[in-house]
């Protein structure tokens, strides 16, 4: 018998809080969890303490955008696992969780196309100055000197940070368009890197040759603000950021600098640092940026697409549903660290 049964009668239903979601209802959750017993809770929490309630009766908890932290895992009870729908676990205390016994999982590989896509459409849109020629249509002049300078993108270098799946696809994309391309991934074995005929290199190296740098790091004490003002400094004149990772391994106040004294030519943003889907709150005059007609910010969609929605949705119910059956689930974030805790 785990821990967790002396906490939980049989006879009871085990409860899954889904902490927030964005989807419009929670249907395909539930038909998945009810064919194994459990009852769904679903929440909108946009704060912490809006989980304090459920947690010491939950069997599992799903989160989107809300954060499970220490304060919302101490007060677990019965709790078996944390699932994360997503592949980045930062708004989840997976230490706290471990300390627990409760299992954290993630969801992998759902959106790697649909990212890839974002990145390279962001990219090609700010090279070829499409939002300036918009801007100038509509406004009535129909002139090419509008966009000027438009550069030829064969030839150019692009710097891809953290050369991954999603990375590896960026590349694969990219190529077609005859550019030269180089990686920063200090995780990376060369020989993965050389299969896909990638130069790695260093930070500093990538910044300083890259004319387009694209950004797919993921969210660790590590990379926050991965680039700021001497990152910034450092990279060509006129170049092209796009970030299509995680919104705070940008300093956006290092951003707005650059892009305004000419450093950069453009950015295209994914997320902005604030990540205003973690805020009950939030306002585009939060963020300087959304001053400046040369970047583009999209509402963290790259990972979007029917097919990538539903399989995360999918993916992330069925780890609950296999974790309260006493199955492994697919995609565990802390079992070592769970083996580690228990001896």
């Known amino acids: 018998m785990s821990r967790h049964d002396a906490f939980r009668p049989r006879t009871d239903r085990p409860k899954v809080v889904i902490t927030d979601y964005d989807y419009g209802d929670v249907s395909v959750e539930r038909e998945i969890l009810e064919a194994v017993g459990a009852e769904v809770i679903a929440l909108q929490a946009k704060h912490e303490d809006d989980l304090f309630d459920a947690a010491p009766h939950c069997a599992a908890m799903m989160n989107q955008y809300a ?23 930062d708004i989840v205390d997976v230490e706290a ?33 499409l939002p300036d020629y918009d801007r100038a249509t509509h406004a009535g002049v129909w002139r090419w000197q509008s966009g000027q300078p438009v550069y030829r993108l064969r030839g150019r270098t692009m710097g891809v940070v953290s050369f991954g799946k999603i ?54 004490p590590d990379t926050r603000h991965f680039l700021s003002d001497p990152e910034f400094a450092t990279m060509k004149e006129g170049s092209i950021l796009v970030n299509t990772g995680r919104g705070p391994t ?36 939060d963020n300087p940026l959304f001053t400046l007609p040369n970047v583009l910010i999209t509402p963290h969609v790259a990972y979007y697409s029917e097919e990538s929605i539903r399989a995360a949705r999918v993916t992330a119910a069925t780890q609950v549903a296999k974790v309260l059956t006493g199955q492994r689930p697919d995609y565990p974030v802390n079992a070592e660290a769970l083996v580690a805790h228990a001896q």
Not at 170 to 181: H, K, L, N, S
Request: glycine share 6%; aromatic share 6%.
């Open 97 to 129: 969780a471990s300390e627990r016994g409760i299992l954290v999982t993630n969801v992998q590989n759902y959106c790697t196309e649909e990212v890839a896509d974002h990145a390279i459409s962001l990219w090609l849109a700010l090279a070829r100055k």
């Open 67 to 89: 954060r499970i932290g220490r304060d919302t895992i101490s007060r677990m009870r019965k709790c078996e696992v944390i699932a994360r729908y997503g592949v980045g676990v």
């Open 250 to 285: 940008v300093d956006n106040k290092a951003l707005f600098r650059a892009l305004t004294d000419g450093r950069l030519a453009a950015a295209g943003l994914d997320d902005p640092e604030e990540e205003p889907a973690k805020r009950a709150r939030w306002s585009p005059a």
């Open 167 to 220: 990375g590896q696809a960026i590349a694969t994309r990219a190529r077609a368009f005859g550019v030269e391309i180089i990686a920063y991934d200090p995780f990376l074995p060369a020989a993965v890197a050389a299969q896909h005929g990638v130069e790695l290199v260093s930070k500093s190296e990538l910044l300083a040759r890259s004319d387009y740098v694209l950004m797919q790091a993921p969210m660790t």
